[in-house]
């Protein structure tokens, strides 16, 4: 059986505290024997590491014979015990179905006999055993949730959590769940003695997984040192390429992939798109309760690398070449860094940009009190604070509905007559018995910034 270590010296996560069984299963001889089918043997002596934080972990193991000792580090460098697995336990969490670098080191703890299976035999397993396969995904996702929740594993951001950039890099790590943490030198010695190691003169820096130390990184910078963009594509042509990781997006590539079909998807921010900002969404088909855009987008990303889809995040695409595909039966993707991707289908799947309100140095203000959307991080910034919030659509509706649980008072600023013509009734009965939320309607032709 699975053990545990106990608290509070082992991670610590409301998800995992709740639902450790389904987390942590353990699987009868039968189930053992049938994902022996997709692997092979593998064997290591005490002490020795089966995957290691900051590397690529190959695969899953699924453990026959001793312990693996899982361990973390919080955001501290102190070691962090996960958990530890025993007989017929098996490891990894969600990086494991794109073969990622590890989170997490793994230990062996006496003699360990394990069956191996990699990325491609994982994907086989999860396809054609539909009972295990269920088991074992539901695992993956509560453990990706666990290091999450905890912060356990990722990058540690170093800098005032009321920068623009910690708040930037964040959400960047927060919608494409990536556990992180943050330390804020103004009120941690932990945070300055590591301002004054690594001779930070601008802050944020970056902590990453593999010991590398980032000095205001952009997206991208901490996207490569945690495995993100460890995609090597130039030299395969896939059956579908699909431009935008959004719902669109998305379920394409589940369609496609779920077909048999190779597909490689890109975005240039973040998996969901718009969907995945939102705060909540109640009128989706098959959700009675509501759920977040975070959580509806998460699901479809999974699903989506359940079925073998690659995903690359963060890229540009520069142009689409068609050339190619009259000749040889391909289109190319011309991709940032001078990177191309190959495929014989393209579905673009980019969503919209919307333009930004005409307002004089509104870009000096992002990050520092402008806001394009509403998160967690964005909410407890707000806090107690009155906030003024512009737009009469779904997404405003949600936004000051999220947002009026954190700060003292929601202005929302309708360029309209009304709410009714561009907003679901449901938001509107729900702002409207809001105390907090003041409308203010009336401006067609845009507000000043007077």
């Given at each position: 059986m699975s053990e545990t270590l106990a608290a509070p010296d082992r991670l610590t996560s409301p998800t995992l505290e709740a639902r450790r069984a389904q987390a942590f299963p353990t699987l009868d001889a039968e189930e053992v024997e049938r994902m022996g089918r997709f692997g092979s043997s593998r064997q290591y002596r005490d002490g020795e590491r089966l995957f290691e934080a900051g590397k690529p972990s190959g695969g899953m193991h699924v453990l026959l014979l001793g312990k693996v000792r899982v361990t973390g580090r919080d955001a501290h460098g102190r070691e962090l015990p996960v958990t530890e697995h025993g007989p017929g336990s098996f490891t990894g969490e969600l990086g494991q179905l794109t073969a990622r670098r590890s989170f997490v080191d793994g230990t062996a703890v006496g003699d360990v006999r394990s069956i191996f299976l990699d990325t491609e035999q994982l994907h086989a397993l999860l396809i054609a055993e539909a009972t295990l396969g269920e088991k074992i995904m539901r695992a993956l996702i509560l453990r990706r949730m666990g290091l999450i929740e905890s912060g356990t594993g990722g990058p540690v951001i170093v800098g005032s959590a009321d920068s623009a950039d910690v708040v930037r890099l964040r959400n960047f790590l927060t919608r494409n769940g990536i556990p992180h943490q943050l330390l804020d030198p103004a009120?941690?010695?932990?945070?300055?003695?590591?301002?004054?190691?690594?001779?930070?003169?601008?802050?944020?820096?970056v902590l990453c997984p593999d010991g590398s130390v980032l000095r205001k990184p952009g997206e991208n910078d901490v996207a490569k040192c945690i495995g993100m963009l460890d995609r090597e594509s130039a030299d395969r042509i896939y059956d579908v390429a699909?431009?935008?990781?959004?719902?669109?997006?998305l379920a394409a590539a589940v369609y496609a992939a779920s077909e048999g079909l190779s597909v490689f998807v890109i975005d240039s921010r973040a998996f969901g798109g718009q969907a995945g900002a939102s705060a909540r969404i109640e009128n989706y088909l098959g959700f009675p309760t509501g759920i977040s855009g975070q959580a509806l987008a998460g699901r479809a990303f999974t699903q989506a690398q359940k079925f073998g889809a690659q995903v690359l995040i963060p890229t540009d695409v520069a142009r689409l070449d068609c050339k190619s595909a009259e000749d040889k039966g391909f289109f190319t993707l011309h991709l940032a860094g001078d990177r191309i991707l190959r495929g014989r289908t393209v579905i673009i799947a980019s969503g919209a940009r919307y333009r930004r309100p005409g307002l004089q140095a509104l870009r000096d203000f992002e990050g520092r009190g402008v806001w394009f959307w509403a998160s967690p991080i964005e909410g407890r910034m707000c806090a107690g604070q009155e906030v003024a919030l512009v737009g009469g659509g779904n997404s405003a509706g949600q936004a000051a509905v999220f947002l009026a649980g954190h700060a003292a008072k929601v202005w929302m600023l309708v360029r309209g007559e009304g709410l009714a013509a561009t907003m679901s009734k449901y938001l509107i009965d729900r702002i409207t018995a809001n105390p907090r939320i003041e409308n203010y309607l009336g401006f067609p032709t845009g507000i000043s910034g007077q």
């Open positions: 009120r941690d010695e932990d945070a300055r003695e590591a301002v004054r190691r690594y001779d930070a003169t601008e802050l944020p820096i699909i431009v935008g990781a959004g719902p669109a997006g």
